[in-house]
Nanobody
């Protein structure tokens, strides 16, 4: 059974930074593409960032490119999302995803809330 546990969310002022973590069970992180999605209130879940396996190529949505960085640590079986220069429009529940497509994934984490105040 796959377990994904996100952490690192919270309340931050605009312009601040947060680092999200996704701890994964087994060898998930060293087997699949991993991604972060987010869902704001009243909106559909949207793609944020992806790191591909095995080449670690990274891809970002236009709205976060240049501000967010996705990375993985195989030894810790974890994926991270470093978020800098946060904006109020980044406020959402952030989800870790395994082997994603444009809008779905093989597995999802439970989500972590990020709130950016203006």
């Amino acid at each position: 059974q796959v377990h994904l546990v996100e952490s690192g969310g919270g309340l931050v002022q605009a312009g601040g930074s947060l680092r999200l973590s996704c701890a994964a069970s087994g060898r998930i992180v060293s087997t699949y593409n991993m991604a972060w999605f987010r869902q704001a209130p009243g909106k559909e879940r949207q793609f944020v960032a992806l790191i591909s396996w095995p080449d670690d190529a990274t891809y970002y949505s236009v709205s976060v490119e240049g501000r967010f960085t996705i990375s993985r640590d195989i030894a810790k079986s974890a994926v991270y999302l470093q978020m800098n220069s946060l904006k109020p429009e980044d406020t959402a529940v952030y989800y870790c995803a395994v082997d994603p497509t444009t809008s779905t994934a093989r597995y999802w984490g439970q989500g972590t809330q990020v709130t950016v105040s203006s």
